[in-house]
């Protein structure tokens, strides 16, 4: 059974940074492709980074625009671990984040952790 447990969310000022995690389980990690997604209130939900699968840091990823330069993904296959490294945070960043992978031809998703810009 895939499982995928965000952690990391929590209440930013603007400018700060802050680092969301993904874990997990039930599938071959190196092999699989996995992305950040998030959805604000009323909003639907975009893709925000992915990266892409193997066992070597040349590792393919994608931004969104409105993230491009500020944040970065990246995975440590040994702790079956996706991360969403975000500084410069800013009001609209304001979101539910949730880790994403497909699996046999599922799509799979955390439960969401949410971040908070506020001052």
């Known amino acids: 059974q895939v499982q995928l447990v965000e952690s990391g969310g929590g209440l930013v000022q603007p400018g700060g940074s802050l680092t969301v995690s993904c874990a997990a389980s039930?599938?071959?990690?190196?092999?699989?492709?996995m992305g950040w997604y998030r959805q604000a209130p009323g909003k639907q939900r975009e893709l925000v980074a992915d990266?892409?699968?193997?066992?070597?840091?040349?590792?393919?990823?994608t931004y969104a625009a409105s993230v491009k330069g500020r944040f970065t993904i990246s995975r440590d296959n040994d702790k079956n671990t996706v991360y969403l490294q975000m500084n410069s945070l800013r009001h609209e960043d304001t979101s539910v984040y949730y880790c994403?992978?497909?699996?046999?031809?599922?799509?799979?998703w955390g439960q969401g952790t949410q971040v908070t810009v506020s001052s």
């Open positions: 994403y992978t497909r699996c046999a031809l599922r799509d799979y």
């Open positions: 039930g599938i071959i990690f190196s092999i699989a492709a």
């Open positions: 990266i892409s699968s193997g066992r070597n840091t040349n590792y393919v990823t």
